[in-house]
């Protein structure tokens, strides 16, 4: 699978973004979706998931409430709405999937990532 992420930009405290994560699998629906992100010299921590087909979604607790992740099956596509942006939001974010058991949050259960797109929140 190819993941394709876009969206990331320049935007101010308080604005916000989304974030689209393409995919080159005819099979998407079937795979699980998450999103993640980097900061500058930290790990590369969960931020949002969601499972094949409808199912459920997860977020990190430092985005929830601000952030929505989607997925358009038909477009092969999944989403991250960013709301509410704060400079701690700052980072790469980047989208990975895995069709195979795993943990949600663990980043060594996705087998497929994306190549990153940069989000800064200017304060």
């Known amino acids: 699978v190819q993941l394709q992420a876009s969206g990331g930009g320049l935007v101010q405290a308080g604005g916000s973004l989304r974030l689209s994560c393409a995919a080159s699998?005819?099979?998407?629906?079937?795979?699980?979706m998450g999103w993640f992100r980097q900061a500058p010299g930290k790990e590369r921590e969960f931020v949002a998931a969601?499972?094949?087909?409808?199912?459920?979604?997860y977020y990190a607790d430092s985005v929830k409430g601000r952030f929505t992740i989607s997925r358009d099956n038909a477009k092969n596509t999944v989403y991250l709405q960013m709301n509410s942006l704060k400079p701690e939001d700052t980072a790469v974010y980047f989208c990975?999937?895995?069709?195979?058991?795993?943990?949600?949050?663990?980043?060594?259960?996705?087998?497929?990532w994306g190549q990153g797109t940069l989000v800064t929140v200017s304060s």
């Open positions: 969601k499972a094949s087909s409808g199912g459920s979604t």
């Open positions: 699998e005819r099979t998407f629906s079937s795979y699980f």
């Open positions: 990975a999937a895995r069709k195979g058991p795993g943990l949600v949050s663990t980043k060594t259960s996705y087998e497929y």
